[in-house]
Each structure stands twice: as C-alpha cells, then as structure tokens.
C-alpha cells in the first residue's frame, strides 16, 4: 500500500521530534556535567581552605549533578574523613565515619580497584580501633598493590597493638614488673598466651619484613620488628630463649637507629627496591 503524503509528513515529525529531544538530553547533561565539575572546584578550594562542611556541600551537588563522577565522589568521601577525630566518641564523630566509609563504599562499586579508596577505609578501621577490619582492608590493599609499604607495615603495628595489651596484664597478675625479664612466669598462663599470640606476632614479623624487602630502609619498620620480637620473647619456653628474642630486638633497634641517624646526616640511602644494576646491564 503506497504511503500517502500525509503519512510521510507525520513519520518526518516524529522523527525530527526524537532526533530533538536526543541533542536537548546530550546538551542538558553536558550542562549538568559541567556543573559538576564547576561544584567540584568551588568544593577543592574549600577543602584546601579546611571548610570541611562547605566543602561537603559542593562536593555532593558535584555527585548530584553526575552521579558517575568518580573524583566528585571521592573528594565527598574525603571530606567527611577529614571532620573525623580519632578518639572522639561522639554520635557526631560516628556520623563523620559513617559517612565517610558509605561514600568510599560507593567509589568502589564504580571503581573495585580505587587504591586511594581501599587504602581510607583502611585508615579509618585503624583510627577507629577497628583492629579486625583495619587488618582485612590492609590486607585488600596490598593485593591491590604489593608495592605498597605503608600496608605492610600497617599490618606489622596492628599485630604489636593486638598482642601488647594482653601480654602486660599477663605480667601484671603474675606480679612481673614491665622491665622484669621474662618469659612469663607461669606456664599454664605462657601457653594460654602463646597460643592466641604468636600466630598473630609472626604474621606480624611477616608483614614488616615484607615492607623492609620494598624499602631497605625503613626505620618505622625495624622499630616495629623490634617490639614484636619482644613479645615474642615473653613467649618463650625458658631464659634463654627469651634472651635470643630480646637479642634480635636489641639488634633491630640499633639498626632503626643507625638508619635514623643516616638520614639525619643526609648520608645517601638504598632507598625502595633492590641494588642498582651493574653498568653492563644499562645498556
């Protein structure tokens, strides 16, 4: 049946009609876009400036106006962190934190492989005291990334902070004084110990080792090598065997301490990473 011209006439309206609405939607949400990106800049100067809440404000209509902006949203998440105050137990305080993991959460799903994500919810677990959850991020963190220092030696602090606290009250019911030498008195309480630390401590050796193959050099690392290797020594099954723990300490701290003083004197360090290669291997 032949198309009358009335016909042809209608199919050209519609189509011009839907070929409008198209660019009017492409240009409202290139507007929209550039909002976007205009509320973020207004938002990073308030953040340099430390106006935290108004910095939030911008940051949310930025995510408003392009719920895919990955940075707008990061920033947003970022923002809330920093109102957060490590200590503060506070519903305020709690609000922040909240807040700020929701939006970190939201930067994942968009992005599973956001390091600067995984590596705040990290730091915030930690700050929080959240030693369980701040260990599981660390950890995400570095099969992100197994370059990255600063989680090993996270994971190397967290296992110092979840076996201190236990072993000191063990030495206080015993009636060991803290500068006492060890290992614990009683055995019964030793054993009891051991089995829910020394796990924790080698993972945490482990860990700082790890962090010390990246970065030859850092001393933060040996101090921390050298307070787990003295919870260890607490563990041990006689004096002298707590007296070859105390020794590697004793070894570490002096290492943390010459490298310390290295630095101080600007004398050139190893630095990340491995020797330099030999000459013929430049070329």
Known sequence: MATTPERKNMNWKVAFILVLTAVLLVSATGCEKLRARDNLNKGVQAYKNAQYPLAVGFFKKSVE???????????????????????????????????????FQKVL??????????????????NQK????????????????PSNKEAFYTLGVIAWTKTFQPRMEARAKLGMQPEEPGPLKDKKVKESLREKSLPVIEDGIKSLEKALEIDKDYDDAMAYVNLLHREKADLMDDAAGFRKETEIANDWVQRAMDTRKKKAEGVPMGGLGTEAPPAEAKK
């Open 65 to 103: 106006l392009d719920p895919t902006f990955p940075t707008a949203r990061l920033y947003l998440a970022t923002a809330y962190m920093s109102q957060y105050i490590p200590g503060v137990d506070s519903a305020e305080n709690t609000k922040m934190a909240d807040a700020a993991y929701e939006e």
């Open 109 to 126: 799903q968009q992005d599973p492989k956001s390091e600067v994500a995984v590596a705040s919810i990290a730091s915030l677990f930690f």
């Open 130 to 145: 959240k030693l369980d959850e701040a260990k599981l991020w660390n950890e995400k963190l570095v099969a992100l990334n």
